[in-house]
């Protein structure tokens, strides 16, 4: 087998949360053009459809399925929907997530209903899913979740302290996860930089190229770029791929250097 070999997801199926746009988009797409067969997942149905089919154009199968994350039993349904359809799980990637209501805050003006509807998006929705990944998974699966580069510190930035925390922690439950479940599957996360999204931009209110330039700036990147939903998407692929079979337990920083 040679070295891109090891890269090939063909005959594997993927579960991706937050699916419809952005980075989980970015993810999907990667997959499929990697050889996997995908099942899509976010709250916005035409969102996945339009994803779904851009999957069907690459030659593989798509199926989506609307779903909320903050919610048990639709998480449920969709490991149910994925075995029913494939009749298996071998790539669980827990990319949903971000601002509750797209507007940063300091910790200390937040208040305790926004800090747990921070926390029930960011980390409850990443416990839930590994839970029902690992147990509909197949042997050698691999679980992947979305972090962030703000979870190792918020540098100068501090006006996202929840958001941070939040992510902070699905770190330190990669890791723990990654110890129950060995060595049947690999828990490991990624923790993309800023890229600008729909709602990075909202969140940064970043809608002038002045602005751009001030939050460059004040970011400091130092590969000069920001980073795209392809950037993650080529990740998850090593992630998901036998390419990374010795890699447990990790966070992937992929953040330009920040």
Do not use: H
Not at 68 to 78: G, K, N
Not at 199 to 217: G, H
């Amino acid at each position: 087998m040679s070295i891109l070999d090891l890269f090939k997801l063909d005959n594997q199926v993927a579960v991706v949360t937050g699916a419809g746009k952005g980075i989980g988009k970015g993810i999907a797409i990667s997959l499929a053009e990697a050889g996997a067969d995908l099942v899509l997942a976010s709250r916005n149905k035409k969102d996945l459809e339009a994803v779904q089919e851009e999957i069907e154009k690459i030659g593989k199968q798509a199926l989506s399925v609307p779903t909320d994350v903050t919610d048990s039993s639709s998480l449920e349904a969709l490991g149910e929907d994925a075995i029913k359809k494939y009749g298996k799980i071998s790539i669980w990637v827990n990319n949903a997530g971000g601002l509750p209501d797209g507007t940063p805050r300091y910790l200390t003006r937040t208040s305790s209903d926004q800090f747990e509807a921070q926390i029930n998006l960011n980390l409850t929705a990443v416990w839930s899913g590994c839970v029902i990944a690992a147990k509909n998974m197949t042997e050698g699966g691999s679980i992947i979740n979305i972090s962030s580069r703000s979870s190792k510190d918020m540098g100068p930035n501090v006006k996202n302290g929840p958001y941070a925390a939040s992510k902070s922690a699905v770190n330190s439950l990669t890791a723990t996860f990654s110890r129950e479940l060995a060595p049947k599957i690999r828990v490991n996360a990624i923790a993309p930089g800023p890229i600008p999204t729909e709602n990075f931009i909202d969140s940064m209110n970043m809608t002038t190229p002045e602005r751009e330039e001030e939050i460059r700036k004040y970011i400091a990147l130092p590969l000069e770029r920001w980073g795209t939903p392809n950037d993650i998407g080529a990740a998850c692929v090593y992630m998901a791929s036998e390419a990374s079979s010795w890699v447990t337990g990790q966070c992937l920083y992929v953040s330009g250097g920040s």
